[in-house]
Structure formats: C-alpha cells, structure tokens
C-alpha cells in the first residue's frame, strides 16, 4: 500500500494490480464499482508499489507510480498517473530493470532521501506459494539485493535534512517539503514529541491558512496523534 503527496490511496493486489483506493469503497446500499474499474498498473503478480516523489526522476512521472513483477515478468516499472478523469489511470509505462533470471524477485520499491529508487531483490529462484516444499534445498534464506536506481542526467540529492533529534520547529517547516519520504519521517518525528507540538503545531497553521497542503499534513499529523490515544483538534 502507498499514499500519494494528497492521502489518494493505492494497493498492489496478489495478482499485481495496483488500483485506485477511491472507486474501491464498496457499501452494502452505495455505489459498486467492478473491480477492474480502480485498475491504475497491472504488468504482473508483485508485492511492490510507491508513489513517485523524487526531484532525480522525470517531472511529468512525479505522483505517479513505481512498481514491481516479481512473478511471470521479473520487472520494476515506471507509470505516469493523470487526475484529471476522476478515478485515476495510468500511461507511460517505462520498465527500469528487467531480467529472464528467474532469481531476481523484485518485492519492495521505495525512493530514499537521495532521490534514488531502491529494489529490494529477494534474490530467489523460489518463492513458495505452494509450488515448493519448505525443505526444497533452493531456498535461499541468507542472500538478498537491493539495486540502487538512478536517472543519470538529473542530479542525485546530496544535502538532507536532519530528522532524529531535530527542532519542533524545524520538522514542522519539513512538512512542506517535496519529497513525500522527508515529509512522512518528519511527521513521525513530530509524533514522537507528543501533544507538546501542539501549541507550536497551531501557530504554524495559522500562518499557513491558505496553504492547502499545509493543511492538509497538520490533519495527517493530528489523525495520527488521535490514533495513537491522544486527543487534539485545531481551530478552524
């Protein structure tokens, strides 16, 4: 599962399609979709899939959608998303890394702090899934690979910012950031502080009013304090 810059919510099933999060929400009395409908990638059965947020890749791919076959294709891949048709679809498919061995199991993708994509490869001829017993001498559980991607003509990110030990107020200040993986950590670095963001949280909002995204990171933050038992709200 992946969020992109918004909340917008994107799974990868078992047999490696990644829908759109919104045309899935089924009700006993609402609307019903075909499942097929939410159908953003499907380029094969794969567990890996993550919003594109990184200032080395392609602009006109940013938001869109990176992920992985790890069974049948053996493929990591690069998908553009458009917005502007509701339920979100997918186009310029751009296959990265691509391999006719079946050892090479792609089954995570994540962008670092530099920018770059990383593939961790589970590194195995078998994977199970009942075709194999669990004594099957093949099984490989010691060795992995994680490949480290790049787009060559954009630089690589060399200078980012601290999380760990951070300001309040300089986490805050994150929140605006980019790249949706310096965002995320320095959402979880607020919320390790606690309720004690919260004055300092209120004033940097309203400083922000008619900054939307600003908004909108300060209510992901305050849900996440919710869920993790305290109880906090801004003024409107």
């Avoid at 059965?45 to 594109?52: D, L, M, Y």
């Avoid at 963001?197 to 909108?216: F, G, H």
């Amino acid at each position: 599962m992946t969020f992109d810059r918004t909340g917008n919510i994107f799974q990868m099933y078992g047999d490696g399609l990644v829908p759109d999060g919104l045309p899935l929400t089924w009700t006993p009395l609402g609307v019903y979709h075909p499942f097929a409908y939410a159908q953003t990638v499907g380029y094969g059965k794969g567990s890996a899939a993550a919003s594109i947020s990184s200032p080395n890749f392609p602009d006109d791919y940013q938001q869109g959608m990176a992920s992985a076959a790890c069974v049948g294709p053996y493929v990591v891949s690069l998908t553009k998303y458009d917005f502007s048709q509701g339920t979100v679809r997918g186009s310029g498919r751009v296959d990265l890394i691509t391999s006719k061995n079946a050892a090479f199991r792609p089954v995570d993708v994540e962008f670092g702090f530099d920018g770059a994509l990383y593939v961790s490869d589970f590194s195995s001829a078998i994977i199970g899934h009942a075709q194999h017993p669990m004594r099957d001498q093949r099984w490989n559980h010691v060795k992995g690979r994680i490949w480290r991607v790049v787009h060559k003509a954009k630089p690589i990110v060399k200078d980012w910012p601290r999380i760990e030990g951070a300001p309040t107020a300089d986490l805050l200040d994150l929140l605006n950031h980019s790249q949706d993986i310096v965002r995320k950590h320095a959402r979880l670095g607020l919320r390790q502080q606690g309720e004690a963001i919260l004055p300092a949280l209120e004033k940097w909002v309203a400083a922000r009013m008619t900054d939307d995204q600003a908004i909108l990171e300060a209510v992901f933050l305050l849900e996440s304090l919710a869920r993790s038992g305290r109880r906090c709200s801004l003024p409107c």
